[in-house]
C-alpha cells in the first residue's frame, strides 16, 4: 500500500524557517516525481512545488521561487521541502504526492490523488 507521511510543519514568526519531510513507503519510490501542494482554510488546494523523478528537474509556484527548494533523497524514501522568509500568506496545510508529472517546464496529476494527513504551517506576523 502506498503511503505517503508529511511531517516537518510547525508555528514561526515571519521571516522564519522550515523544512518540511515527505517519506513515501509501498512504492519505488525513485521512479516517482513528487510534489507539494498546500490548502489554506477557506482556499482550494494548489500546487506549491514539484521535483522529478530524478530530481534534476523541479517546478516551483512563482510567489514561493527564491524562498522555497524542494529536493529529494531517494536513499531515504523522501522528499523535502525547504521553506525560508516565511510570509503569512505562506500559513496552510501542506500536502505531498506521488501522483504527479513534473519537469521544468510544469506539473500534472497523473491520477486522482490520494491525499493524507498533511502538517500544517502556521506563520505570524
Known amino acids: 500500500q502506498v503511503q505517503l507521511v508529511e511531517s516537518g510543519g510547525g508555528s514561526v514568526q515571519a521571516g522564519g524557517s522550515l523544512r518540511l519531510s515527505c517519506a513515501a513507503s509501498?512504492?519505488?519510490?525513485?521512479?516517482?516525481?513528487v510534489g507539494w501542494f498546500r490548502q489554506a482554510p477557506g482556499n482550494d488546494r494548489e500546487f506549491v512545488a514539484g521535483i522529478s523523478w530524478t530530481g534534476t528537474s523541479v517546478h516551483i509556484k512563482d510567489s514561493v521561487k527564491g524562498r522555497f527548494t524542494i529536493s529529494r533523497d531517494n536513499a531515504w524514501n523522501t522528499v523535502y521541502l525547504q521553506m525560508n522568509s516565511l510570509k503569512p500568506e505562506d500559513m496552510a496545510v501542506y500536502y505531498c504526492?506521488?501522483?504527479?508529472?513534473?519537469?521544468?517546464?510544469?506539473?500534472?496529476?497523473?491520477?486522482?490523488?490520494?491525499w493524507g494527513q498533511g502538517t500544517q504551517v502556521t506563520v505570524s506576523s
Open positions: 509501498g512504492l519505488t519510490f525513485r521512479d516517482y516525481a
Open positions: 504526492s506521488a501522483d504527479i508529472y513534473c519537469s521544468g517546464l510544469g506539473w500534472a496529476f497523473t491520477r486522482q490523488p490520494e
